[in-house]
């Protein structure tokens, strides 16, 4: 069964670091997310991306974040320089055109120290 | 405004009972998707239950069921027969049209369902 796959599966960083999160969608799938969820938090919208562009963004996702999907099956999602708030479970996930539904990966754990 | 509500920060459950974990929304888009993810300890986001706000039946996957009342804009899932494996954290979440033609999914801040032997 086709599945979204994260890496890495578990990040710690300095404070003030650039942290890459990446992510492989499922292959036919049109539109990613990044959620993220705060330890014991519930799953907050980050960003969505449709047609190589950001298509929706909430009010977390500011300057320090960004997307990209360099080159067609990659979707990456980067931390300019991480603060401790940004630690945090991050959830790709990725849908088809129905919008029925949308697969998440297994999540990446980030831990800023 | 909460978008979506899941009064049951916590439930506990006999096993091979059934359990309704509780979820209302609040939409003014007509059309909308209600779906349940299950998050175990492990932490992976599991789709379990999709329900379209046109669909005129409520949606069913194996034991889990989706109660759908629009009228009071409820989304209950409902486990039946539960299993150890069902002690997780479920979520509710909504699907909303978004500004750009793209969707939004809202969640819940979670349901932590305890089975017990």
């Known amino acids: 069964e086709p599945e979204v796959t994260q890496t890495p599966s578990h990040q710690v960083t300095q404070m003030g670091q650039e942290v890459i999160l990446r992510c492989v969608p499922i292959s036919n799938h049109l539109y990613f997310y990044w959620y993220r969820q705060i330890l014991g938090q519930k799953v907050e919208f980050l960003v969505s991306?449709?047609?190589?562009?950001?298509?929706?963004k909430s009010e977390i996702f500011d300057d320090q974040f960004s997307v990209e999907r360099p080159d067609g099956s990659n979707f990456t999602l980067k931390i300019r320089s991480t603060k401790l708030e940004d630690s945090a479970m991050y959830f790709c996930?990725?849908?088809?055109?129905?919008?029925?539904?949308?697969?998440f990966g297994e999540g990446s754990w980030l831990t800023v120290v | 405004a909460q978008k979506i509500t899941q009064t049951q920060p916590g439930m506990f459950v006999q096993e091979k009972e059934a359990v309704t974990l509780d979820c209302t929304y609040d939409?003014?888009?007509?059309?909308?998707?209600l779906f349940w993810y299950k998050q175990p300890s492990s932490g992976e986001m599991i789709f379990l239950i999709y329900q379209g706000s046109y669909d005129q039946q409520n949606a069913t996957e194996g034991r889990y069921s989706l109660n759908f009342q629009k009228a009071r804009k409820s989304a209950n899932l409902v486990i039946s027969a539960s299993q150890l494996g069902d002690s997780a954290m479920y979520f509710c979440a909504m699907r909303e049209g978004g500004t750009s033609g793209t969707y939004k999914y809202i969640f819940g801040t979670g349901t932590r369902l305890k089975v017990l032997a």
């Open positions: 939409t003014s888009d007509p059309s909308y998707g």
């Open positions: 996930a990725s849908g088809g055109r129905s919008g029925n539904t949308i697969y």
């Open positions: 991306f449709y047609n190589n562009e950001i298509s929706e």
